[in-house]
């Protein structure tokens, strides 16, 4: 099975450092770039869903890759901001791409590990039988969820889309009668290798929106302090950073191994690490305690932020643009967090 195409999409309205920090003036400017390590972040607009944004960046893949849609027999939707409880967003997004009626199309409820999931699922749907090309999408908009004075959550996410063709093989590429072929984009391929995934929900609250779900439907306006003095609002995201950090630091090094193990590979056969940009400071530590050069290992969010489950294919999509992977290239991705969930494959670029 192999990635044949990625594209993303970023909303339109850019929220800059010197913005947020004009909110917050016992911060500044250095301080949060130097943390987290994000200069800027793309905010959905108040009337843009996750569906919206999804749907451009299915889009752009299509025109950059000269994809059509009636190639396209399954939709997965990676999200946890749905346009509706019911129906799929999928569902939704079939129609709106115009996607054939005979293809399957659902929604699954992860974030930061979310990219990986959805390869793995893809992966088996088309060595089943189920499907031939699988359209892997992801969308968030975390910053709806968050409070505005929780300037830690604001400084460090951003929304986006990303989106992904994952096929038993290369597609002919389809050129519609508007756009000259060589403007489109070659065709990729990228085979996925064999996976890695874990959970842990017992930590299941240091990452949460407590309300708006069955278990809690109507907002509570409760407000708690939690051990380290942050603010946890039951109707806006709560993250314990700290707890998080240390099931990174706990499970990440054990999932390498194992999915190392999987691929019957040692570490010095990855030329590239892609991992789930979360924030600078975690990455970094992440890259020492699993001892992975800094020539090899991906660390770029400053103009995005952590788009959640669309970081590691807005990563591979720029890694690709600069050169820094391409034919000939094995290249781990890895993501980890809400769940708490985690998971890794190898990708082998032909």
Same mark, same amino acid.
């Given at each position: 099975m192999?990635?044949?195409?990625i594209?993303?999409?970023?909303p339109?309205?850019?929220?800059?450092?010197?913005?947020?920090?004009?909110?917050?003036?016992e911060w500044?400017v250095?301080?949060v770039?130097k943390?987290?390590?994000v200069?800027?972040?793309?905010?959905a607009a108040?009337?843009?869903?996750?569906g919206?944004?999804?749907?451009?960046?299915?889009r752009?893949?299509f025109?950059?890759?000269?994809i059509?849609?009636?190639?396209?027999?399954f939709v997965l939707?990676c999200?946890?901001?749905?346009?509706?409880?019911?129906?799929s967003?999928?569902?939704l997004?079939?129609?709106r791409?115009?996607i054939?009626?005979?293809?399957g199309?659902?929604d699954?409820? %992860?974030?930061?590990?979310?990219? #990986?999931?959805?390869?793995?699922? /893809?992966k *088996?749907?088309?060595a !089943? =039988?189920?499907?031939?090309?699988?359209?892997?999408?992801t969308a968030e908009?975390?910053?709806?969820?968050?409070h505005?004075?929780?300037?830690?959550n604001r400084?460090?996410?951003?929304?986006?889309?990303a989106?992904?063709?994952i096929?038993?093989?290369?597609?002919?590429?389809?050129?519609p009668?508007s756009?000259?072929?060589?403007? %489109?984009?070659?065709?990729?391929? #990228?085979?996925?290798?064999?996976? /890695?995934? *874990?959970?842990?929900g !017992? =930590?299941?609250?240091?990452?949460?929106?407590k309300?708006g779900?069955?278990?809690q439907?109507?907002?509570t306006?409760?407000?708690?302090e939690d051990?380290e003095?942050?603010e946890?609002?039951d109707?806006?995201l709560?993250?314990?950073?700290?707890?998080?950090?240390?099931?990174?630091?706990?499970?990440?090094?054990a999932?390498?191994?194992?999915?190392?193990?999987?691929?019957?590979?040692?570490?010095d056969?990855v030329?590239?690490?892609?991992f789930h940009?979360a924030n600078?400071?975690?990455?970094?530590?992440?890259?020492?305690?699993?001892?992975l050069p800094?020539?090899?290992?991906?660390?770029d969010l400053s103009t995005?932020?952590?788009t959640?489950?669309?970081?590691v294919?807005?990563?591979?999509r720029?890694?690709l643009?600069?050169q820094?992977?391409?034919?000939?290239?094995t290249?781990m991705?890895?993501?980890?967090?809400?769940?708490?969930?985690?998971g890794s494959?190898?990708?082998?670029?032909?």
């Amino acid at each position: 099975m192999y990635i044949t195409a990625i594209s993303y999409y970023l909303p339109e309205r850019v929220m800059t450092n010197e913005e947020l920090v004009s909110e917050f003036p016992e911060w500044s400017v250095e301080k949060v770039a130097k943390k987290v390590g994000v200069n800027s972040r793309h905010l959905a607009a108040p009337d843009e869903t996750a569906g919206d944004m999804a749907e451009k960046a299915a889009r752009r893949l299509f025109d950059e890759y000269g994809i059509s849609p009636q190639d396209i027999d399954f939709v997965l939707l990676c999200t946890q901001s749905p346009d509706y409880h019911l129906p799929s967003t999928a569902c939704l997004l079939q129609h709106r791409l115009g996607i054939p009626t005979t293809a399957g199309a659902l929604d699954y409820d %992860l974030a930061c590990s979310g990219c #990986i999931y959805g390869l793995a699922l /893809a992966k *088996g749907l088309i060595a !089943a =039988g189920i499907a031939h090309n699988v359209l892997l999408l992801t969308a968030e908009t975390y910053n709806k969820y968050i409070h505005p004075s929780d300037k830690s959550n604001r400084a460090i996410f951003g929304d986006g889309a990303a989106a992904c063709l994952i096929s038993a093989k290369s597609i002919v590429p389809f050129t519609p009668p508007s756009l000259p072929s060589h403007s %489109l984009l070659t065709p990729l391929s #990228i085979e996925i290798g064999n996976f /890695a995934l *874990g959970t842990d929900g !017992a =930590g299941a609250n240091n990452l949460i929106v407590k309300t708006g779900g069955s278990r809690q439907p109507s907002p509570t306006g409760i407000v708690t302090e939690d051990e380290e003095g942050h603010e946890w609002r039951d109707d806006n995201l709560y993250m314990n950073g700290s707890a998080i950090f240390n099931f990174t630091l706990d499970a990440v090094p054990a999932m390498m191994e194992r999915v190392l193990q999987a691929n019957g590979m040692t570490k010095d056969q990855v030329d590239y690490y892609v991992f789930h940009q979360a924030n600078k400071f975690m990455l970094d530590t992440l890259r020492m305690v699993c001892q992975l050069p800094k020539d090899k290992f991906y660390i770029d969010l400053s103009t995005t932020g952590n788009t959640v489950s669309s970081s590691v294919l807005i990563a591979l999509r720029d890694c690709l643009d600069r050169q820094l992977i391409g034919p000939g290239s094995t290249v781990m991705v890895a993501g980890f967090g809400t769940g708490l969930s985690l998971g890794s494959t190898i990708l082998k670029f032909q």
